[in-house]
């Protein structure tokens, strides 16, 4: 009953009180004091753009983080994957006093990353860098590269935190999708070997920035592949692919994209042995769900068309003055809010699965393994393709942890 209170529940409720007085020194030490950092695009963006431009955006106003009542500058209904990766590290570190892994997110206690730009803001347990429009190469208008986002960061450290703590803490990365998107745009009869070389100069230099960010103290990355772009409910309506198709030409840039990404990061680890990584498949997770087959297994009604915005797809507007978009209903039942990022309830599965899923979905480890591996220690194991018979075998031998997935 609502009105009774049990003694468990007072002390309960009394720990975690305890914990957000000092999260870092209550806990116990299944998880090491880390901090999370993000990087790239509007996936990732905290509230960064909101900052940086020099005008009102459309994610900090309502309809963005209706499921909050706090419309941010977060690129969805309410919180993003970050969010939940940054609860999870902090409960887990306390699970053998909680025995819950995810207290936070049950309790409803929101502990959102703060954005890096905004002034004022509590970095000590991490920021965001990312902003909304970044890319790899170019110079994105009113926003930052990724090269200039680990610029700041650099700007930032002397005053917040020390080698020590860098090394420990985790730095996800998920950028690449405007550099795509444009060259698409910009070049829509491209050849396969103008594609490529687009794709070699990407991830070269994608490659380069980590390396910034190795040199600039962080041991311990995440990288998030890009989704499968055509599929997205925004270039479904601009390309006009119809409800069934995704616009492949963009689906294979990300899948050439993706490819090179693995064997990268195995080769920093060998001429870095200190150097550790993991990379989040995000590119299939995005494909299974979308897969009218599956998608009513992963509890989404509507996966091609977005919660909010106008058009074939309700995908162009959200948010935007003198647009009269639509908005759905229950935007829990929808996989995408506007016409490129995900609903907070997907945001949320993304989180899920960064933290605790199998080598089908993350691997060499995921990210709970990946914070609590020695810092300094040589990867024990290398990416390889989800195809082989090696991270199948891996996947099969935990099927049954709450983050397998079905290939």
């Given at each position: ?18 914990l ?54 977060k ?15 902090i409960?887990?570190r306390?699970?053998?006093i ?5 207290a ?15 002034p ?12 909304a ?14 090269y ?37 745009k910009?070049n829509p ?5 103008a ?6 100069s ?13 040199a ?20 479904r309506?601009?390309y ?19 490819e090179k990404?693995?064997?990268m ?11 550790q ?39 162009y507007?959200c ?32 989180g ?35 195809t ?20």
């Amino acid at each position: 009953m609502a009105g009774k209170c049990t003694l468990a529940s007072v002390l309960g409720l009394l720990l975690v009180f305890t914990l957000f007085q000092n999260p870092l020194t209550v806990c116990g030490q299944s998880i090491p004091a880390v901090a999370l950092f993000t990087f790239g695009d509007s996936n990732f963006d905290a509230g960064n753009k909101q900052t940086l431009t020099q005008v009102n955006v459309a994610q900090g106003f309502w309809p963005y983080g209706k499921s909050r009542d706090d419309p941010n500058g977060k690129f969805s209904d309410g919180f993003i994957a970050p969010d939940f990766v940054d609860i999870f590290i902090i409960f887990v570190r306390c699970s053998k006093i909680i025995k819950i892994q995810y207290a936070a997110t049950f309790m409803e206690i929101p502990i959102p990353i703060p954005a890096a730009l905004k002034p004022g803001v509590n970095v000590s347990r991490g920021a965001s860098f990312a902003v909304a429009d970044a890319t790899l190469l170019g110079a994105p208008v009113q926003s930052l590269t990724l090269y200039q986002q680990i610029t700041k960061f650099n700007e930032m450290k002397a005053a917040n935190w020390n080698d020590d703590f860098i090394k420990q803490s985790l730095f996800m990365i998920y950028i690449g999708a405007n550099d795509y998107l444009n060259f698409t745009k910009n070049n829509p009869i491209a050849d396969a070997s103008a594609q490529q070389a687009f794709v070699t100069s990407v991830t070269n230099q994608l490659k380069n920035e980590i390396s910034f960010l190795y040199a600039s103290g962080a041991r311990k990355l995440m990288i998030q592949t890009l989704a499968p772009l055509g599929c997205l409910p925004i270039v479904r309506q601009d390309y006009r692919t119809g409800m069934e198709q995704c616009y492949e030409p963009l689906n294979n840039l990300a899948i050439q994209h993706n490819e090179k990404i693995g064997p990268m990061l195995n080769e920093m680890a060998l001429n870095a042995p200190d150097f550790q990584f993991t990379v989040f498949d995000f590119y299939n997770v995005i494909l299974r769900r979308i897969t009218p087959q599956r998608s009513l297994g992963y509890r989404f009604l509507r996966t091609n068309v977005s919660c909010c915005g106008i058009g074939t797809h309700t995908a162009y507007g959200c948010g935007l003055p003198n647009v009269h978009s639509k908005l759905c209903s229950y935007q829990r039942s929808y996989l995408f809010f506007d016409g490129r990022h995900n609903t907070e309830k997907a945001q949320e599965s993304f989180g899920h699965l960064m933290f605790g899923a199998d080598p089908n979905v993350i691997q060499p480890m995921n990210i709970r393994e990946l914070v609590t591996y020695p810092v300094g220690e040589p990867m024990r194991e290398a990416w390889l393709p989800t195809t082989s018979a090696t991270v199948q075998a891996r996947a099969s031998s935990s099927s049954t942890s709450p983050g397998y997935e079905l290939n």
